[in-house]
C-alpha cells in the first residue's frame, strides 16, 4: 500500500518536473496544435461554396435585428406583436370555455353534490376547489394556449440570442454576466427555470447576480395577470379602437420595466453585497433556421401549455378550498378574509393596493397563477355580491372580461389600482417553487431570503410613489 | 428484382426502424452506456429526444442544456442508457459544464460517446472532437445539421472525414430524423465492439511538449496500465489538473482501467 501510494506521488512529481521542461505557455501551445490539427482536417473534407451568397441572408438579418439603432426598437415591436395576438386572440376561447366550465358545468355538479353532501362539504369542493380550477382553465388555457406556440417560434427560429446579443454590452455595463440576458430570457418562461439555467454562468458572484435578479423577469404565471389587468384598466381607458395596442402596450411597458429593474439591482449587487468585475465570456450566434410549425405547436401545447396549465391547477384546488373557509369561517358574524382585509386595507391604501390584493397573494405564494381568481373570488366574498355568486366565498360566474371588470370596479378598484397591480405582479416575491430552486441552486438560506424579500421590498416602494404622486398630481 | 432488393433491405437492419424501441426514462437495466457530447447548439437535445421519446427542452440557442438529461432506448434487442451532456467548446478550462460533460466521459466511462458536430461549422466543432478523442477510444461522429450545410452549399466529404478520425461519421439532419438509423447501426456496432475505432491523436509542432508526454505517459503506465488514455492524463497533470491529480491520489484513474478492462472481457 505505501509502495502503492509512494509510486502514485512519484507521477505527481514527475509530472512537476517535467512541467519546468515544456513551455510555459502549455495552454497556448496545445491549443494551437488542437487548432491546427481540426484546421488540417477541415480542409482535407469540407468544399465551401464558390458563391458565398449563400450566407447573405443571415447576415443581413442579423445586421438588423442586432443592430444598434434597430435592435431595440424591433426588440419591442415583437414583444407587442406578441401580446397583442395573444390578447385579442385569448377573449373569444375564454368565453367559450367558461361558459361550458362555469355556467353550464357548476350548477350541475353543485345540485349533485348538494344531494348528498353536508352543504359545507359541498362548498369546500364544488364552490371552493372546483370553480378555482374551473376559473383557471379558463382564464390561463387560451393565452397560453397563444402565447407560447408564438413565442417558442421565435426561440426555434433563433431570435433569443439576438436578444441577448443586444442586451449584453448593457449586463456588463452593470458588472453582471453577458450570459445573464439569456437566463433573463429563460424567466420569461418561468423563473426556476431561469433560475436553473444560471448554471451557464462560471463566476459565483455573477451567478448569485443573475439568480437573485431572475424575478424580474415576467414568467407564464404572470403573463394573465398583466394581460387581462391591462384589458380591463388601460384598454378601457383608451379609445375603443385603440384599445387592444393600448393594453399589448402596457405589458409591454411592464416587461421592460422588469428589464431595466433587473438591470439596475445587478448594477447595484455588482457595486455592494457582490461587488467585482465582469468577465469576458463569447456568445455564438447560432444561425437562423425554419421553425418546424407542427411540431412546435404540439411541443409548446403539451411541454409548456399543459405542463403550466397542471400546475396551476393542482395549486389552485386546495387554493381554492382556503379561499372558501376562510370566506366562511366567521368570527364574530365577520368571516376571517373580511377580518384581514379590513384590517390590512388602511395600509394597502398607502400604497394604492387593498387588503384583497394582499391576501391574494399571501394565498397565492404557491403559484402566481391563482393571483387573478383569487383576488376575484375575495372581492366578491367581501363585497357579498351574492347575486353574482352562488354565496360568499363562491367564484362567480363571469362569460367576458367586462364582467370582471365590473367585479373589480364594484370592489372600488380603479385605474390606479390596476396599475399598481401590474407593478406589485412583477415585483414581489417569486413562487414558492422559485424559492425552493434557489435554495437548492444557493444552498445558502441568506440568498434566498434576500431574493424572496427584496423584489417586495422593491414593489412596495414603487407602488407607493406612483400611488403618491398619483393622487398629487391627477386627483 | 424487385422483390430481391426489397427483403434484402428489409433484412437489414438499418432499414428497419422496428428495431427501435423508445424507452424514456425508462434505463431499468442496460446493456450499454452512451454519451452524447457536442459543442453548444449542435442538436444534441434533439437527437436525445429522437431515440428516447423523451422531450428534452430543444431551443435554438446554446447553453439550454445545463444538466445532464439521461433516457433510454432499445436497438436490436439490447438495452442503451443515453445521457445528454452540457454543449461545450472545449473540455481544458474549468467552467462547471465542461466539468460535467468532461468528468462524465472521464469517470462514466460510457461505452461510446456520439459527438454531434454542426456540419456547417466543421473545423471550429473538430477542436472537440479532437479533446473527446483523446480521452476515449469508442466515438461516432454524427456529422448533424446537413440540410443547413446543404441549403449553405457546403459539401462535407464523411468517408474521408471518418478515415482521418478513425471512428464512424454518419450523416444527420436529427430535426428531419434523417440518418437517425445509420445512426443507430454504428452505435451498436462500437458498442459491442463489432467496429474498432482508432482515433485520432492530436500531433503538436512542439517537440518539448511531445517528449515531456511521452515521458509521463510512461510513468503513468507503471501504476496504471491499459488506461485507454494515457496521453490526455499525462497532458492534464502538465497542466496540473487538480481533478485529474486527486483521481491518481485516490486511484479513482485505476477504476477506469478496471471499467475498460471489465468491458472487454465481457465482450
Avoid at chain 1, 454576466?177 to 462560471?202: E, P, S
Avoid at chain 1, 439568480?211 to 384598454?235: D, E, V, Y
Avoid at chain 2, 459543442?39 to 435554438?60: A, C, E, I, M, W
Amino acid at each position: 500500500m505505501n509502495n502503492n501510494k509512494f509510486s502514485k506521488e512519484s507521477i505527481l512529481a514527475a509530472a512537476n518536473n517535467l512541467r519546468w521542461e515544456v513551455d510555459e505557455n502549455l495552454h497556448d501551445t496545445l491549443m494551437e496544435s488542437i487548432y491546427e490539427n481540426a484546421t488540417s482536417i477541415a480542409n482535407k473534407v469540407v468544399k465551401y461554396p464558390d458563391k458565398k451568397q449563400a450566407f447573405s441572408f443571415d447576415r443581413t438579418l442579423d445586421k438588423i435585428l442586432t443592430s444598434k439603432y434597430l435592435g431595440f426598437p424591433i426588440m419591442f415591436l415583437i414583444l407587442a406583436v406578441v401580446f397583442w395576438i395573444t390578447i385579442v386572440g385569448a377573449n373569444y376561447p375564454s368565453v367559450f370555455i367558461s361558459s361550458v366550465l362555469v355556467d353550464s358545468l357548476h350548477p350541475i355538479l353543485k345540485n349533485f353534490a348538494d344531494s348528498f353532501m353536508p352543504w359545507w362539504l359541498s362548498g369546500v369542493l364544488i364552490d371552493g376547489a372546483y370553480l378555482a380550477m374551473a376559473w383557471v382553465v379558463s382564464v390561463m388555457l387560451p393565452p397560453m394556449a397563444i402565447f407560447f406556440p408564438v413565442y417558442t417560434l421565435l426561440e426555434d427560429f433563433g431570435y433569443l440570442p439576438r436578444v441577448a446579443f443586444n442586451m449584453d454590452p448593457l449586463y456588463k455595463k452593470v458588472g453582471a454576466h453577458g450570459r445573464q440576458a439569456l437566463t433573463m430570457a429563460m424567466g420569461f418562461g418561468c423563473n426556476a427555470a431561469g433560475v436553473v439555467a444560471t448554471r451557464v454562468i462560471d463566476s459565483p458572484r455573477e451567478r448569485l447576480i443573475a439568480i437573485i435578479t431572475n424575478n424580474f423577469s415576467l414568467c407564464n404565471g404572470r403573463w394573465p395577470t398583466q394581460i387581462l389587468i391591462a384589458t380591463i384598466f388601460i384598454g378601457a381607458a383608451a379609445p375603443a379602437y385603440l384599445a387592444g395596442i393600448a393594453s399589448a402596450a402596457a405589458v409591454v411597458f411592464i416587461a421592460v420595466l422588469g428589464i431595466t429593474f433587473s438591470l439596475v439591482v445587478s448594477w447595484g449587487l455588482s457595486k455592494t453585497l457582490l461587488k467585482g468585475e465582469a468577465s469576458a465570456f463569447s456568445l455564438e450566434l447560432p444561425p437562423y433556421r425554419p421553425p418546424r410549425l407542427l411540431q412546435t405547436l404540439y411541443t409548446s401545447l403539451i411541454d409548456r401549455t399543459i405542463f403550466v396549465l397542471w400546475r396551476a391547477v393542482v395549486f389552485a384546488l386546495p387554493a381554492g378550498m382556503v379561499i372558501w373557509l376562510v370566506a366562511n369561517i366567521t368570527i364574530d358574524g365577520i368571516s376571517l378574509a373580511d377580518h384581514f382585509i379590513n384590517w390590512v386595507n388602511p395600509a394597502a391604501f398607502i400604497f394604492g393596493l387593498n387588503g384583497v390584493i394582499i391576501l391574494a397573494y399571501i394565498i397565492a405564494i404557491p403559484a402566481n397563477e391563482i393571483v387573478i381568481p383569487t383576488v376575484l373570488m375575495l372581492t366578491v366574498a367581501n363585497l357579498g355580491l351574492t347575486n353574482l355568486g352562488g354565496g360568499s366565498g363562491v367564484m362567480f360566474e363571469f362569460d367576458s372580461v367586462a364582467d370582471t371588470a365590473q367585479i373589480l370596479h364594484a370592489g372600488g378598484w380603479t385605474l390606479l389600482t390596476g396599475i399598481n397591480l401590474m407593478l406589485f405582479s412583477l415585483l414581489h416575491n417569486p413562487c414558492s417553487t422559485t424559492i425552493y430552486t434557489i435554495y437548492k441552486e444557493t444552498k445558502s438560506v441568506k440568498w434566498t431570503v434576500i431574493s424572496t424579500f427584496l423584489p417586495i421590498l422593491l414593489g412596495l416602494t414603487v407602488t407607493f410613489f406612483v400611488t403618491q404622486l398619483w393622487r398629487i398630481f391627477l386627483s | 428484382m424487385n422483390s430481391l432488393e426489397m427483403s434484402n433491405c428489409a433484412n437489414c437492419p438499418v432499414h428497419n426502424m422496428g428495431n427501435l424501441k423508445k424507452l424514456g426514462i425508462d434505463m431499468s437495466s442496460f446493456d450499454f452506456v452512451v454519451a452524447l457530447a457536442g459543442n453548444p447548439n449542435t442538436g444534441k437535445s434533439t437527437v436525445f429526444n429522437y431515440l428516447t421519446g423523451l422531450r428534452q427542452h430543444t431551443g435554438n440557442w446554446p447553453g439550454k442544456t445545463v444538466t445532464r438529461a439521461e433516457g433510454g432506448f432499445e436497438f436490436n434487442d439490447k438495452k442503451f442508457k443515453l445521457v445528454d451532456l452540457p454543449g461545450t467548446y472545449s473540455l481544458l478550462s474549468t467552467s462547471t459544464d465542461e466539468e460535467v460533460a468532461r468528468d462524465f466521459i472521464l469517470f462514466g466511462q460510457p461505452d461510446v460517446t456520439v459527438i454531434v458536430v454542426d456540419a456547417t461549422r466543421l473545423e471550429r466543432n473538430l477542436n472537440l472532437v479532437l479533446q473527446i478523442l483523446e480521452i476515449t477510444n469508442r466515438a461516432v461522429l454524427c456529422l448533424n445539421l446537413m440540410d443547413e450545410a446543404r441549403r449553405n452549399g457546403i459539401k462535407v466529404d464523411d468517408r474521408t472525414l471518418s478515415k482521418e478520425l478513425g471512428i464512424p461519421v454518419v450523416v444527420t439532419s436529427a430535426r428531419q430524423g434523417e440518418g437517425m438509423n445509420e445512426l443507430l447501426k454504428m452505435i451498436f456496432e462500437v458498442a459491442s465492439g463489432e467496429y474498432i475505432c482508432r482515433p485520432y491523436r492530436i500531433k503538436s509542432n512542439s517537440s518539448e511538449l511531445n517528449d515531456a508526454i511521452e515521458k509521463l505517459s510512461s510513468e503513468i503506465e507503471k501504476e496504471f496500465s491499459g488506461l485507454p488514455n494515457l496521453r490526455w492524463v499525462a497532458l492534464r497533470l502538465l497542466e496540473g489538473d487538480q481533478s485529474i491529480i486527486n483521481a491518481i491520489r485516490s486511484g479513482d484513474l485505476g477504476n477506469l482501467k478496471r471499467q475498460e478492462l471489465a468491458g472487454i472481457e465481457s465482450e
